[in-house]
Nanobody
């Protein structure tokens, strides 16, 4: 069974930095796209950044401050978040499109979420 496990959230002051990690485990042929979504209280879950071979995407609100990267050998995606603002607070969810070995189907998976709070 494939699962995504996140880590790295926490409390940080405005202007500070955090690095989120998400590792996929289980029986997989390949990972197509990995990304991070953010959900603030009372708001929808929005895409923050995503990456696949040859391309990356960033929401306008995080361009120049956040960087998404991967360690393909470890099936891990990172989100380096710098110059954090209070508006960046929320639960961050890892998301991935994974070709599952047992079914040979491309399936979308979510992590359990990690809380990021930016506050003084």
């Amino acid at each position: 069974q494939v699962q995504l496990v996140e880590s790295g959230g926490g409390l940080v002051q405005p202007g500070g930095s955090l690095r989120l990690s998400c590792t996929a485990s289980g029986s997989m042929f390949s990972i197509n796209t990995m990304g991070w979504y953010r959900q603030a209280p009372g708001k929808e879950r929005d895409l923050v950044a995503s990456t696949r071979v040859g391309s990356t995407y960033y929401a306008d609100s995080v361009k120049g401050r956040f960087t998404i990267s991967t360690d393909n050998a470890k099936n891990t995606v990172f989100l380096q978040m710098n110059s954090l603002k209070s508006d960046d607070s929320g639960v961050y969810y890892c998301n991935a499109d994974i070709l599952v070995a047992s079914s040979k189907l491309l399936v979308n998976f979510w992590g359990q979420g990690t809380q990021v709070t930016v506050s003084s």
